[in-house]
């Protein structure tokens, strides 16, 4: 969905995920930090749930309602802030 928007809403052609392409231009969602160079990737992802902060008067906090949400997430890849102000001028 990211990907997406920052392709066909933002205009980044060449948006996508370092997973599918290592050599993007705009990698909208990128290895986290901290798997960069492991190897031994067994029991290295972050698991369970993890709190997100969401901004006021945005389409996300209309669906949510709150300030706070929990939410799993069970991978090495995550949004890549350096596009943050981009895609959040989209709402």
Aim: charged share 30%.
């Amino acid at each position: 969905m990211v990907i997406e928007a920052a392709r066909n809403l933002v205009g980044m052609n060449d948006a996508n995920s370092t997973e599918f392409d290592e050599s993007t231009s705009a990698p909208v969602i990128d290895l986290m930090p901290d798997q960069v160079g492991v190897t031994n990737k067994g029991g290295t992802m972050r698991l369970g749930v993890y709190p997100c902060e969401i901004v006021e008067d945005g389409v996300t906090s209309d669906a949510y309602g709150e300030d706070i949400v929990m939410e799993r997430h069970r991978h090495r890849f995550e949004f890549n802030n350096d596009f943050r102000e981009d895609l959040q001028k989209l709402g």
